[in-house]
């Protein structure tokens, strides 16, 4: 029953900006943290970025610092991904997750890609 569906995803060029989707069913949204990760091709799935359940505090690995904000709307039971200045190295499946009782749940992914 716990789904995150993930959208927003698509091409642009170099320097431009998209803003991903996460939206959440079946469990207690506002109750857990929720991050990002991305998985480019022939490379294994790595952090982007995390929130806390209230959305009070964020992290984010050192690639996205300054580039990407996550926040969440947990009246809506979504949580967002805005990525600016995207660079080709950004070109990836984004997924959202969220870990209930030790359990990792993913999204089925939205692909991004950044080129000339």
């Known amino acids: 029953q716990v789904q995150l569906v993930e959208s927003g995803g698509g091409s642009v060029q170099p320097g431009g900006s998209l803003r991903l989707s996460c939206a959440a069913s079946?469990?207690?949204?506002?109750?857990?943290?929720i991050a990002w990760y991305r998985q480019a091709p022939g490379k294994e799935r790595e952090l982007v970025a995390m929130?806390?359940?209230?959305?009070?505090?964020?992290n984010y690995v050192d690639f996205a610092k300054g580039r990407f904000t996550i926040s969440r709307d947990n009246a809506k039971n979504t949580a967002y991904l805005q990525m600016n200045s995207l660079k080709p190295e950004d070109t990836a499946v984004y997924y959202c997750?969220?870990?209930?009782?030790?359990?990792?749940?993913w999204g089925r992914g939205t692909q991004v890609t950044v080129s000339s």
């Open positions: 997750t969220v870990v209930i009782a030790l359990t990792r749940v």
């Open positions: 079946g469990f207690s949204f506002s109750g857990y943290a």
């Open positions: 929130i806390t359940s209230g959305g009070g505090s964020t």
